[in-house]
């Protein structure tokens, strides 16, 4: 009987160390993340650069270590304004479940193992990876608390991911990767602000400014509107012959407008109703409109 309660009590403790990891890399945005990345490296491969698995590997094991050592540090960093909002008040570092201190070990060591699969694949994947988490955790979560121009600074480190496939297949930085970097980082603002705007009092009870004028008004709702057309404009560049190797055809360009038209539809709608419900429309629709762009970029390049 001993020993059936000590192996239970060993599951249950490795369970929780387990949904404790998952919680402190948030996985699950960790692995929408790393779709942009492979995203990335499907389109990055040709006959001067041919898939690899190897390489796809050490992308992905890289890739979620990076975004999860980014999100490790902030919650370090975080940790007593995270234990005054609902949604994140039960993560482990606020709930107690788990030191700062492990959670710096863990984050430190994913930062190193991240760094180092990154290097193995190129220098320049590597390069990005660092820039990433050092923007993320020591710039804009400081930030968060001060200005709305934090959306704007994390914009830079949540666009990375996509272009960062490219620049894992390739090795180059050029106006392909710019571009998958310009669509992500344009993308940012429509969905954090809508996140923003739906979670608006649990944020004020941190002290954190994520809307650009501070309140879920007319003007925050306008900005929303005019950063999803920069968005629309910015996913259709590759059909205009002025983004080298990455371009679409005019058969997929017309489904990203469509795309692009049913997210704008939503952000109107939040600018006519100013609701937390049409901010979560929008926030939805903007993960399915990122991942279908993603799809339908990958489509067209294999398909044609």
Same mark, same amino acid.
């Given at each position: ?8 009590? #060993? ?73 005054? &909002? ?14 700062? #201190? ?19 694949? #190129? ?34 480190? /949540?666009?990375?991911?996509? &272009?960062? /496939? ?47 004028? /501070? ?8 900005? $929303? ?28 360009? /017309? ?19 100013? $609701? ?29």
């Amino acid at each position: 009987m001993k020993s059936v309660l000590n192996a239970s009590g #060993n599951s249950f403790s490795i369970r929780s160390i387990f949904t404790d990891f998952k919680e402190i890399t948030k996985a699950g945005l960790a692995i929408s993340v790393l779709f942009s990345s492979i995203a990335g490296y499907l389109l990055g491969v040709n006959e001067a650069y041919p898939f690899s698995w190897r390489v796809l590997t050490m992308l992905m094991v890289g890739g979620y270590c990076m975004v999860g050592a980014s999100n490790a540090f902030n919650q370090v960093i975080e940790k007593d304004l995270d234990a005054k &909002m609902d949604r994140t008040k039960n993560r482990p570092v606020p709930a107690g479940r788990m030191t700062p #201190n492990v959670a710096l070990f863990v984050a430190s060591s994913l930062t190193i193992i991240g760094l180092i699969l990154l290097y193995l694949i #190129n220098p320049k994947t590597a390069m990005f990876g660092a820039i990433s988490i050092f923007l993320y955790t020591s710039v804009y979560t400081p930030l968060k608390t001060m200005t709305p121009l934090s959306v704007f600074v994390g914009a830079f480190p /949540g666009a990375i991911p996509f &272009m960062l /496939g490219w620049v894992a297949a390739t090795d180059d930085f050029g106006i392909e990767a710019g571009t998958l970097f310009l669509i992500q980082f344009f993308w940012q603002f429509p969905h954090f602000w809508s996140i923003g705007w739906f979670l608006y009092e649990d944020y004020e009870k941190a002290g954190f400014f994520m809307l650009p004028s /501070g309140k879920k008004d007319r003007s925050t709702a306008l900005q $929303t509107i005019l950063y999803t057309v920069w968005l629309m404009i910015a996913s259709l560049l590759p059909c205009l012959g002025y983004t080298g190797r990455f371009f679409i055809t005019p058969i997929s360009a /017309g489904i990203v407008f469509l795309l692009g038209v049913w997210m704008l539809f939503y952000a109107v709608k939040l600018y006519q109703l100013r $609701t937390a419900q049409a901010a979560k429309r929008l926030m939805l629709v903007s993960v399915s409109y990122i991942t279908l762009l993603q799809i339908v970029y990958i489509l067209d390049k294999f398909l044609r």
